[in-house]
């Protein structure tokens, strides 16, 4: 064989080898739920565990009186169970409110599942289809809590669309503990769009919705958008601005975290 074709075989072989170590880190990839408000149907591997945490700072006007700011810090723990169950503890260990009343404390702490029912074909608009229930536990006392606790379920739709972009879509129903009067109905909905840029940004779009917090209170509307950064595979970086549209919110509010999983 020529020389000049054993080097144009090897060269083949090489990129053959890079192609397909990319292909696998890829697919490999830390798989977040943060910083956007939306959830994808996507788990956690079975016997890994992934942390996801961050700190949010936002302003609120208040009719009549200086506006609130609150520093929140926040961590969610992640287990993977089944290759299409997760257990996960969601809490806020420390909230920092600046205003007309100052406090500091914690906020309460979640108990979720993620269940992935169905998964979307390769080259298919049909989406991968999953639910997470959640129980809240009234840990924190007020202002960050209401001492009852909240619970609800939430539909869960990731689409992959070409240009590689993706849509996760959430839908849900929960209780919400009102003291007094027992439980508030909310409805709550989602829309994250992203798209890969590269191998290591990811950036996305999103509108979200609420009904009333509150007895008397306005649906609420919301908009933010944010970037991730894929240090390796298995720890993520992550910025996001957000916004309100309507109703209660904030007039503004910036996060960021890292996210790292362990185990598989």
């Known amino acids: 064989?020529?020389?000049?074709?054993?080097?144009?075989?090897?060269?083949?072989?090489?990129?053959?080898?890079?192609?397909?170590?990319?292909?696998?880190?890829?697919?490999?990839?830390?798989?977040?739920?943060?910083?956007?408000?939306?959830?994808?149907t996507s788990t956690v591997p079975p016997g890994a565990v992934q942390i996801e945490s961050g700190a949010e700072y936002s302003r609120t006007s208040v009719g009549g009186s200086p506006a609130e700011r609150q520093l929140?810090?926040?961590a969610m723990l992640r287990v993977?169970?089944?290759?299409?169950?997760?257990?996960r503890l969601d809490g806020e260990p420390l909230v920092l409110i600046r205003g007309e009343r100052d406090d500091t404390g914690n906020g309460d702490l979640s108990l979720q599942?993620?269940?992935?029912?169905?998964?979307?074909?390769?080259?298919?608009?049909?989406?991968?289809?999953?639910?997470?229930?959640?129980v809240?536990?009234?840990?924190?006392?007020?202002?960050?809590?209401?001492?009852?606790?909240?619970?609800?379920?939430?539909?869960l739709a990731s689409f992959t669309l070409p240009w590689r972009l993706s849509l996760d879509a959430n839908a849900g129903v929960g209780g919400l503990g009102q003291r007094p009067g027992g439980f508030l109905v909310q409805g709550v909905a989602s829309a994250a769009l992203s798209r890969e840029l590269g191998e290591r940004w990811s950036t996305y779009v999103e509108v979200f919705f609420a009904s009333q917090a509150e007895r008397?209170?306005?649906?609420a509307v919301g908009f933010d958008a944010g970037v991730q950064f894929f240090l390796t595979s298995r720890v993520a970086l992550d910025a996001a601005a957000q916004t309100s549209?309507?109703?209660?919110g904030p007039d503004y509010?910036?996060?960021?975290?890292v996210s790292v999983r362990f185990g598989r």
């Open 1 to 40: 064989m020529r020389p000049w074709a054993r080097s144009l075989i090897a060269v083949c072989a090489v990129a053959a080898l890079e192609a397909s170590v990319a292909v696998a880190g890829e697919s490999d990839r830390i798989q977040t739920d943060r910083p956007s408000v939306s959830n994808s």
């Open 72 to 74: 929140t810090l926040d």
């Open 80 to 87: 993977g169970l089944t290759e299409r169950i997760e257990v």
């Open 113 to 134: 599942a993620k269940y992935r029912v169905f998964d979307g074909r390769e080259g298919s608009w049909w989406p991968s289809l999953g639910v997470l229930p959640f």
């Open 136 to 155: 809240t536990f009234p840990i924190a006392h007020a202002p960050h809590g209401a001492n009852l606790p909240d619970f609800g379920l939430i539909g």
């Open 216 to 219: 008397g209170a306005r649906d």
């Open 245 to 248: 549209l309507a109703g209660p």
């Open 253 to 257: 509010a910036f996060r960021a975290g």
